[in-house]
């Protein structure tokens, strides 16, 4: 685990998000949250909601991908992306 991907796990942690479990999976970050969790609500105010805790991490930034579940459906979301995942097609 890189210090980068462990400040987000622990200023995750530390919003004290009730039944939600991080953790590391590899080089990414696995967020579990509450099978009533909507996924679109999350997905939809993900890229400002970690724009805003991004201030709160003082470590260099590399590349990092959360990848959200809710025990019925999951969605990856990368921060920081490479110019492999840039330039890779879809």
Do not use: C
């Not at 200023?11 to 909507?38: C, H, S, Y």
């Not at 993900?46 to 959360?66: N, V």
């Amino acid at each position: 685990m890189n210090a980068y991907q462990q400040k987000w796990i622990d200023t995750l942690r530390n919003a004290n998000l009730q039944n939600w479990l991080i953790k590391p999976q590899g080089d990414d970050i696995f967020v579990e949250m509450p099978n009533v969790t909507d996924l679109k609500l999350i997905r939809d105010n993900l890229p400002q909601t970690l724009g805003l805790i991004s201030l709160d991490i003082d470590a260099p930034k590399e590349r990092l991908k959360f990848i959200f579940h809710n025990g019925h459906e999951q969605f990856e979301y990368l921060l920081n992306p490479s110019n492999e995942d840039l330039t890779r097609e879809g």
